[in-house]
């Protein structure tokens, strides 16, 4: 295994204990189709979060790729932002790597400060350009890397991943019921999340039929909250 695939595999095993200390893993509905040898996805909730979505493609074996996504919304009564990682890598290099905190109610939150300051000193060789509707959603501390080789590169992944929800999941929960209504702000998040034009191409490329794409994106990557 690739220092590349090892430092993203050990971030998974992290995210999966973390989840699974802080939260509940549940059986949604319809999940259970998108499950494949080399594609993981579960769910948790917990008091401190809504809902919490980690998504692993193992493609290494048959197209050299490994992929990873995750996403916790919190409460539509608390005001504090949404954590999300992406990746994707080949055996010698991440070719693409996003985390955030994203807004999602209060833009003055302590977790979107606490953020900020531990991404500042972070240096990439080379940046990703973000497109117009992630410019919509995500915050102005983001790490969007990408062409990702050097040991050094890949540790600042390890170390922002893993401190990054770890600090999330312990604090998220200190402003439960501090807000009315944020479900606006979080379907405002996962409405421009599905413009992202390059999810509808991987999920094609692991084989499945528009229909089953578009039901993967709306319902089990981001489903948007449904008020009755």
């Known amino acids: 295994m690739s220092n590349v695939w090892d430092t993203l595999a050990k971030i998974q095993v992290y995210f999966e204990s973390a989840l699974n200390n802080y939260g509940t893993e549940i059986q949604e509905p319809g999940l259970d189709k998108f499950n494949q040898p080399a594609w993981i996805n579960k769910v948790w909730t917990s ?27 919190p409460h539509i009564h608390n005001p504090a932002p949404i954590f999300g990682f992406d990746v994707v890598a080949g055996k010698n290099k991440i070719t693409g790597c996003f985390v955030d905190y994203s807004p999602a109610g ?36 983001m790490v969007a890397a990408s062409n990702v080789q050097t040991d050094l590169e890949l540790q600042q992944i390890y170390d922002v991943a893993t401190n990054g929800i770890e600090y999330y999941l312990v604090d998220v929960g200190d402003t439960n019921d501090t ?50």
């Open 47 to 73: 008091e401190v979060f809504r809902r919490a979505h980690l998504c692993v493609v193992d493609a290494r074996e048959t197209k050299g790729v490994w992929m990873m996504h995750c996403c916790i919304f």
């Open 106 to 141: 209060d833009p003055y939150h302590p977790l979107l400060e606490w953020f900020g300051q531990i991404t500042h000193d972070l240096l990439w060789k080379k940046t990703r350009e973000l497109p117009e509707w992630g410019k919509r959603i995500f915050s102005e501390n």
């Open 179 to 228: 807000a009315d209504d944020t479900a606006e702000s979080q379907n405002l998040y996962t409405s421009n999340q599905k413009l992202n034009p390059h999810t509808p191409k991987v999920m094609t490329s692991l084989g499945l039929f528009d229909d089953d794409v578009t039901t993967f994106i709306n319902e089990c990557l981001f489903p948007s909250i449904i008020k009755v």
